[in-house]
């Protein structure tokens, strides 16, 4: 396993913010956004399906994002980021407030039942 490099080691919350951004800026631009639309639209609102249509190409457009701010490129590259942005979201609500809008992207909407029956 490689070292992580300088530039990632030092991800402050303020370049969290800054690649989380272009994440999601990323995530619209119009061929991405087809691409995601019509897996969505294969996946329904079934989590399996979400995971094997979605996940994916949100997985292949943060990479292709994140390796520009110094991770490296494929699977370690996004390890390294998720571990980092982990631990900010924690210290920082912007950056976990904009995580969870990448997550979006590929979790469907949860509803919760708020009453019980007896």
Request: aromatic letters at 6%; one cysteine or more.
């Amino acid at each position: 396993m490689a070292a992580v490099t300088e530039k990632s080691c030092d991800l402050t919350a303020e370049k969290a913010r800054v690649v989380l951004s272009s994440v999601l800026e990323a995530l619209s631009l119009p061929e991405n956004a087809v691409r995601l639309g019509e897996a969505k639209d294969n996946a329904g609102n079934d989590m399996l399906k979400m995971m094997q249509f979605v996940f994916p190409i949100v997985v292949h457009i943060q990479m292709d994002v994140i390796k520009n701010f110094g991770f490296p490129e494929g699977r370690e590259g996004m390890m390294q980021f998720a571990k980092l942005i982990r631990k900010l979201e924690r210290e920082d609500d912007e950056v976990a407030h904009l995580h969870a809008q990448v997550r979006a992207h590929f979790l469907p909407p949860v509803t919760i039942a708020t009453e019980t029956t007896t």
